[in-house]
């Protein structure tokens, strides 16, 4: 495609994603859908900029002020990737010398909303936890995540998988932490990778892998993944019961639940059951009262630790949204107690950043569930092999799973385990 068309596709595509009516994935793929003359290369370039310009948004319309013509244009020319020639092909004259202008301010030019790009009430709220921390972890936001794989124990070994992903030409390394994890260097299509199109492993961050681990789901047990989506944490679940007993994969969009088929499929497991439910008291939930050995509750939440996967959220995320999301997650966490026997692990989970969902909803639930006793995460995370794990965890005695993209280099998770007293 030449230079300005590709801008030009660029600008349209900016403009699409910011009217946030919905997630920028969803945008970006609907437009690939209906424009199947793009190739690799374009829809890469297009991608690239869409989320170069959703990270780096204020610091963007900053400089897009001082230039001339369409908003969505001077976006997309300083979210353009890639090399600078070709981008000036598709230029003026005169937007050649405002884009050299960008590029000579100074650091010391910018405000703080320039250098960490987030509205002014997430950057209250992170800064109010992290304190001197907060500059570190505001770069590491702007950042892309790197690609994590889970290796699938049914069918191979770390090292074997390893082995293999390197034969096949990507550059792979453990994760720092989980001892199932396996890290890519770049952004590799995986469809025709043997370790992957086998089942041999999945595509999972390296902070969700642990959430399994805390569950520490065993043979035999009836166990259920309460919010399971696509089914990533399932599938480990579902692996680490060595296909045995029973486990539950409910959720309240069968549209999600579809995308768990075909992994299913590449996993070789035979133990898992995929339930659409209504809501958090579906009756098909209230059957299972009183049966299960545990539940893990991935929650739905404002996805704010993913930043560096979905950086659109920052932008349509408020705090009225995420007061809603808290009232939701303490029902749906009620909800799931039920399931319990005596003796069951209840897990609950966020890839939230922010205390309201985590630490909140956590110590709201023990408030009220005196049948319920706090179980230290960091007991749980060391005898699953996990390195490092006092550095994973906060709370007197380890208690919660905390997880900071500037410190340990995964998503924003969050974590805490009760045991069901008998």
Request: charged content about 25%.
């Amino acid at each position: 495609m030449h230079p300005k068309a590709l801008l030009d596709e660029s600008a349209r595509l900016i403009e699409a994603v910011f009217r946030f009516q919905h997630p920028a994935d969803a945008v970006v793929a609907r437009h690939f859908r209906e424009n199947k003359s793009l190739g690799p290369r374009e829809r890469a370039t297009l991608s690239d900029s869409v989320y170069a310009v959703l990270r780096e948004r204020l610091r963007f319309e900053w400089l897009a002020r001082s230039g001339s013509g369409s908003l969505w244009r001077r976006l997309a020319i300083l979210g353009f990737p890639g090399d600078r020639d070709f981008l000036k092909s598709a230029l003026s004259e005169p937007e050649k010398v405002w884009l050299d202008t960008t590029a000579k301010v100074r650091e010391d030019e910018w405000l703080a909303p320039h250098r960490h790009n987030l509205p002014d009430w997430l950057a209250d709220a992170l800064r109010a936890q992290v304190g001197s921390g907060f500059d570190a972890l505001a770069a590491s936001l702007l950042r892309a995540a790197p690609l994590d794989l889970r290796v699938n124990l049914l069918k191979t070994k770390r090292d074997a998988a390893l082995a293999a992903l390197k034969q096949a030409g990507l550059a792979a390394e453990p994760t720092p932490h989980s001892p199932l994890g396996i890290r890519l260097q770049g952004k590799p299509t995986l469809a025709k990778v043997p370790a992957f199109a086998n089942g041999e492993v999945e595509v999972q961050d390296e902070g969700s892998q642990l959430l399994a681990l805390l569950l520490d789901a065993k043979r035999g047990e009836m166990v259920v993944d309460f919010c399971a989506g696509a089914g990533g944490k399932t599938l480990a679940i579902g692996a680490a019961m060595r296909n045995s007993g029973r486990l539950y994969a409910f959720d309240t969009s069968a549209h999600r639940l579809d995308g768990l088929k075909p992994r299913l499929a590449r996993s070789g497991l035979s133990n898992v059951h995929p339930v659409a439910i209504a809501h958090e008291r579906d009756d098909r939930i209230k059957r299972l009262a009183g049966k299960i050995d545990r539940v893990l509750v991935d929650a739905p939440c404002s996805g704010l630790g993913t930043l560096r996967r979905s950086p659109d959220l920052k932008w349509r995320q408020t705090p009225q949204t995420v007061a809603a999301q808290a009232v939701l997650q303490q029902a749906i966490l009620a909800s799931a107690a039920r399931l319990l026997k005596p003796g069951g692990r209840l897990v609950y989970a966020t890839c939230s950043l922010l205390r309201e969902e985590n630490e909140a909803v956590a110590e709201a639930f023990s408030a009220a569930h005196a049948d319920f006793e706090v179980e230290a995460v960091v007991d749980i995370l060391t005898g699953a092999r996990v390195s490092g794990a006092a550095d994973l965890c906060s709370g007197d005695g380890g208690r919660f799973l905390r997880l900071w993209p500037h410190r340990h280099h995964a998503d924003g998770f969050f974590a805490a385990v009760w045991r069901k007293k008998a």
